[in-house]
């Protein structure tokens, strides 16, 4: 495919040469550049976007941007026709060299190879260990919320109680020992905020910045993986790496299953904890709603998820030539769904940026759709609805203190720290 010139195929619907970008990372550490999100979906719902040099990385060859809802779920649903495989989930191309490592993860996968491994991992989510972590989860909502009480009430949240509440779930689920704990706090950082002129990038002989998914950057984490596994099968416990060990994935199955969870299952309530907590801040009508018990919890932290996903967008390769919204789409061409941008299309939600803690139906995207979609969702939302729970019986609100500062990412949308003021119960 020639990608020196990136322009819509011959016989695709003509598309608006003012469009606006929604590739640069810089962009969206504003918050979410709604407008733009609104204008691409109205005017091309599938549009070129370039991929110009940005924070230190290279140029690339430039994507589609898929913003409608409809034309999102139909490139989640459709494995066969939009690859994980190919070209991996990122926007960034990987390596040439890198790729075969990073196809290894079941997120790189398609079917059928992506479901028998998701298969063996649901394994470990038995209906015992959840019930067992939701108890566990609301003892440590309580008593970070009640210190942060304690010490007056006005507390960055993101510092004070949601980063730690995600990352010690997590490593109780996975069984990480406590003095480890850390180590996953910096690996998760380093995957993440890899874009974030916050935390600066490791780089290669020859200057240039190494992929946080390539080999090198996860060698460290990897040999942990092992070590920790080869521990839980001498010494078995009720968490997630006992019941991975003892399964029959192989060492290199088992190095990117430990990845991922450690990545996706830390970042996604990192992310959504303190997003919905901003959501509800500056919207002291629907917060009042859910304080005095007038909507459930579970359907306030769907509307939540919606209007603060964790995960901005997910890459995927045409596997052939096809068309999606009119648009002729050439294989091998990137394809970017927007979930942030899907789940405010005014064609599916009414009143889209309008916070509706009661809204149904809800069929937000904020967990993927089809095959992809997220293998711990039901574990993110038992850790939000908790911590939501929790959030009303310590306190009688929540305003917001400052301004939040945002992670510099066209991939997670994450608060780097959000200062809030508990009010008194």
Not at 98 to 125: K, S, T
Not at 357 to 370: A, I, K, Q, T, W
């Amino acid at each position: 495919m020639d990608t020196s010139a990136p322009l819509p195929q011959a016989g695709a619907v003509k598309q608006p040469t003012d469009l606006p970008d929604v590739f640069d990372p810089r962009i969206h550490a504003a918050g979410p550049p709604h407008d733009a999100f609104r204008e691409l979906r109205d005017r091309a719902p599938v549009a070129w976007q370039e991929e110009p040099a940005v924070l230190g990385w290279p140029a690339g060859p430039g994507f589609w941007a898929v913003t409608r809802h409809a034309d999102v779920v139909r490139v989640l649903k459709e494995a066969g026709t939009y690859s994980s495989w190919l070209g991996a989930t990122q926007i960034r191309d990987p390596a040439p060299a890198d790729l075969p490592f990073i196809r290894r993860m079941m997120l790189n996968q398609d079917p059928p190879e992506h479901g028998g491994l998701r298969r063996l991992a649901a394994r470990a989510f038995t209906p015992g260990r959840v019930a067992r972590f939701e108890e566990t989860a609301r003892v440590r909502a309580r008593a970070l919320l009640a210190a942060a009480v304690a010490d007056g009430g006005e507390v960055d949240l993101v510092r004070a109680v949601t980063d730690d509440y995600a990352l010690l779930n997590l490593t109780d689920l996975l069984g990480v020992p406590p003095g480890d704990r850390g180590l996953l706090h910096t690996w998760t950082e380093r995957v993440i905020a890899y874009q974030d002129p916050d935390e600066p990038a490791v780089l290669d002989a020859g200057g240039k910045p190494l992929n946080p998914r390539s080999p090198a950057m996860l060698a460290e984490m990897f040999g942990y993986a092992q070590e920790l596994a080869a521990y839980k099968r001498k010494h078995p416990a009720d968490d997630l790496m006992t019941a991975l060990a003892t399964t029959e994935l192989a060492d290199a199955e088992l190095e990117m299953f430990f990845f991922l969870l450690t990545v996706a299952g830390n970042d996604t309530v990192r992310s959504a904890a303190p997003g919905s907590v901003l959501a509800l801040c500056g919207n002291p009508g629907e917060q009042r709603r859910l304080w005095r018990g007038e909507v459930g919890t579970d359907t306030a932290v769907d509307e939540l998820l919606r209007v603060h996903p964790p995960v901005l967008s997910f890459r995927r390769t045409a596997a052939r030539a096809t068309e999606l919204a009119g648009v002729r789409i050439a294989e091998g061409d990137k394809v970017v769904v927007f979930h942030v941008s899907a789940n405010h299309d005014e064609r599916v939600f009414p009143d889209p940026h309008r916070l509706d803690l009661g809204r149904r139906p809800n069929p937000h995207v904020s967990f993927g759709d089809g095959p992809h979609v997220c293998l711990g969702a039901h574990f993110a939302r038992l850790q939000l609805r908790v911590f939501h729970e929790e959030l009303r019986a310590c306190c009688g609100g929540v305003e917001a203190a400052g301004e939040p500062r945002r992670l510099v990412s066209n991939f997670i949308n994450g608060i780097k720290s959000s200062p809030v003021r508990l009010r008194e119960p």
